[in-house]
């Protein structure tokens, strides 16, 4: 009942810019807390960012003071603005909400030269 869509990922060069959104549709009372994943291949699926509350966010280390994560509950979406962009961060990014098993395409983003 529940659906969240990634969109925004694409090609960029090393130093860039992107920006992800999360949207979310369907049977819920609110968003909540929501988390990016991203994932390369030949590696697990781990954690970016998570927001809960408006103030709140946690990162992961390898994107800590490069990424920030946000929300606009009004329209229903979560973004992930990624800067200094480098060629460790390529991968599919995921949103989803905690304790969620079914996953989304993801979004891919593709760190090159």
């Known amino acids: 009942q529940v659906q969240l869509v990634e969109s925004g990922g694409g090609l960029v060069q090393p130093g860039g810019s992107l920006r992800l959104s999360c949207a979310v549709s369907g049977s819920y009372t609110s968003i909540s807390t929501i988390i990016w994943y991203r994932q390369s291949p030949g590696k697990t699926r781990g954690y970016v960012a998570i927001?809960?509350?408006?103030?709140?966010?946690t990162y992961a280390d390898s994107v800590k003071g490069r990424f920030t994560i946000s929300r606009d509950n009004a329209k229903n979406t979560v973004y992930l603005q990624m800067n200094s962009l480098k060629p460790e961060d390529t991968a599919v990014y995921y949103c989803?909400?905690?304790?969620?098993?079914?996953w989304g395409q993801g979004t891919q983003v593709t760190v090159s030269s």
């Open positions: 927001i809960a509350r408006a103030v709140t966010a």
């Open positions: 989803n909400f905690p304790l969620r098993t079914s």
